[in-house]
């Protein structure tokens, strides 16, 4: 492991890593993960930008939920006892939810304030990270999100919600563009009786 990927360790351990788990929140590397009922997952991840040296280097949030139903629907693939990040149903980037609302790195350099830096983390993840997450813990609460995403994503979120007319629209929609995803959607929405059979 690299130097400044220890130091990224380190500002995580600072404060980050108490005040997870003080939420309910698991570690494993630099991930921590709560599950809730039904085998929802809320997660939130560390990067580290794949650019770091060790004299300049970025790193940033990531935020996720994993709904079960949701994925069994539209993921691909497997997902691991503990889903990550990518294997989420919605997923935001801490960035976007602080007021600025565009995509946040913090740089760590050899003469940064490492406190500073973990006090920062700790306080955006308390301020902008954790209340996303509990707003969005259930399918309901998370229907905009949801239908914000992929259009996979949002006619499974309006099957789940008892919207087949709003789901097969949807279907309809990306069949009709021609799009790559044409012959998916048409599979989809048969196995989903979207569609005449």
């Given amino acids: 492991m690299?130097?400044?990927s220890k130091k990224i360790d380190e500002i995580i351990n600072m404060e980050l890593k108490a005040l997870m788990k003080a939420n309910g929140f698991k570690k494993k590397a630099r991930n921590f993960y709560k599950e809730l009922d039904g085998g929802v997952f809320l997660l939130v991840n560390v990067q580290g930008s794949r650019y770091n040296d060790n004299q300049d280097?970025?790193?940033t949030v990531n935020l996720g939920v994993f709904f079960p139903e949701i994925y069994?629907?539209?993921g691909f693939g497997n997902v691991g006892a503990i889903p990550?990040?990518?294997d989420c149903s919605i997923s935001k980037r801490i960035g976007h939810l602080k007021p600025d609302k565009t995509d946040y790195w913090w740089q760590l350099t050899p003469a940064s304030n490492m406190q500073q830096l973990a006090t920062d983390l700790s306080s955006s993840v308390?301020?902008?990270g954790l209340?996303?997450?509990q707003s969005n813990s259930s399918i309901s609460n998370a229907s905009v999100e949801l239908k914000?995403?992929?259009p996979f994503t949002a006619a499974a979120t309006a099957i789940i919600e008892g919207n087949r007319?709003?789901?097969?629209e949807i279907i309809n929609k990306i069949i009709s563009k021609g799009s790559a995803a044409k012959s998916r959607a048409i599979s989809w929405g048969k196995k989903y009786k979207l569609l005449e059979a």
């Fill in 72 to 74: 069994e629907m539209v």
């Fill in 2 to 4: 690299s130097e400044i």
């Fill in 148 to 150: 914000g995403q992929n």
């Fill in 57 to 59: 280097a970025q790193y």
């Fill in 126 to 128: 308390e301020l902008y």
């Fill in 84 to 86: 990550s990040v990518p």
């Fill in 131 to 133: 209340p996303w997450l």
């Fill in 165 to 168: 007319i709003e789901a097969a």
